[in-house]
């Protein structure tokens, strides 16, 4: 029924496009094809293998004219088969289409936004962007990371924000994500400003349905070389719940056209001390052990090819996750890409596994 009403909603923004006669609706989006294979390794040997297919059609729309508010959504279409509907078919609520063929329907962002004189409202699901952290951010209390995107995109979050404007350079914030009882419900403030050139934000949280209570720091500063650090604590009934995490980066652009840009990750969580369903609940999962290293390349030879290369490991474990992709723009509108990723072993550490998965995707994106 939810998926329902998601695909009639996108349906009515699109054919509404026609009727806005100053400018109506602007979409774009892509096709991507994608193939995988989990690999089953016994002592060194490759006992099995596994066939994941998907195809994915996304679409995104906004309204030209914002003059009355803004509304903004972007839905993924999903097509899978092979071990992809194993997965998804006990655990979602998609459309079947055939044999082992299953439609998912994957809602990213969907809000709206109006402007008042003082203050932004939003409403929806929409990206709230706390912190500076690309993969680890201990204050992005929200935006899940989506570790199957090369690009390290995050997921939004059903929730109401104002957004007030203090002065040039500052901005506070309000957000509440909104649940059936309101004790449950999260809520949090942000305050982000510039000090002495150095970009600042504070944080701080409470979190209902785990009762915890999160505050944090994050700053960036741009000299030769880009640096940026966050600092987070998180507070609970429970002894074994209370952590602190941190995170400190930095990137460098060589020539404007090679950059670096490195993440060293710290929390001092024992996980090892809660129960498993509680571990995969984290906030922060499945960056659960106590040190991960992120390092990531960018080339970017001429201004249509983008190449990158990227690596996240667990600095107390085995796990480690290889991302490679290039992209590359022919025509005005069109790019095509190609990436790959391969996950070694288990990047949470939790769980012993022999299993390792390799994904490659082939793609086009067409905007309109």
């Not at 997921?155 to 350079?169: E, F, N, P, V």
């Not at 942000?190 to 979190?207: D, V």
């Not at 990436?339 to 998965?357: A, P, W």
Request: hydrophobic content about 40%; aromatic content about 16%; overall charge negative.
């Amino acid at each position: 029924m939810r998926n329902g009403i998601v695909v009639v909603f996108f349906v009515i923004l699109a054919s509404s496009g026609f009727a806005w006669d100053d400018g109506g609706v602007i979409a774009s989006g892509h096709f991507r094809t994608d193939v995988g294979i989990l690999f089953a390794i016994s002592n060194s040997h490759l006992e099995n293998y596994y066939y994941f297919g998907k195809n994915t059609l996304r679409v995104d729309v906004v309204n030209s004219d914002t003059a009355y508010g803004k509304i903004d959504g972007s839905v993924d279409l999903h097509i899978v088969s092979g071990r992809y509907y194993d997965i998804f078919f006990l655990q979602t609520n998609g459309i079947l289409l055939g044999d082992n063929v299953l439609l998912l329907i994957n809602l990213r962002k969907l809000y709206l936004a109006v402007s008042l004189d003082w203050v932004d409202i939003s409403i929806g699901r929409q990206l709230l962007r706390f912190g500076q952290g690309l993969v680890f951010s201990p204050i992005n209390f929200f935006d899940k990371l989506d570790i199957s995107d090369i690009n390290f995109s995050r997921i939004g979050s059903d929730s109401i924000r104002l957004k007030a404007y203090l002065s040039d350079t500052s901005d506070a914030n309000l957000i509440v994500v909104p649940r059936t009882q309101v004790t449950n419900s999260d809520f949090s403030a942000r305050l982000s400003f510039m000090l002495a050139g150095i970009n600042m934000e504070g944080a701080i949280g409470y979190f209902g349905q785990n009762e915890e209570v999160r505050a944090g720091l994050s700053f960036k500063a741009d000299v030769e070389v880009g640096i940026y650090g966050e600092f987070a604590y998180n507070y609970h009934n429970q002894e074994t719940n209370r952590y602190f995490e941190f995170v400190i980066g930095g990137d460098y652009s060589i020539f404007k056209k090679l950059v670096v840009r490195g993440e060293y990750y710290f929390n001092s969580l024992d996980v090892a001390k809660l129960p498993l369903q509680s571990a995969i609940s984290l906030r922060n999962y499945p960056f659960v052990s106590k040190q991960y290293a992120m390092l990531q390349l960018s080339y970017l030879p001429d201004i249509t090819t983008t190449a990158t290369l990227s690596i996240i490991k667990n600095l107390e474990k085995d796990g480690f996750i290889l991302y490679a992709g290039i992209t590359k723009s022919m025509f005005q509108n069109v790019n095509f890409y190609f990436d790959t990723k391969f996950f070694y072993r288990d990047i949470s550490g939790i769980f012993q596994t022999n299993y390792n998965f390799l994904h490659s995707s082939l793609g086009f994106e067409i905007k309109y």
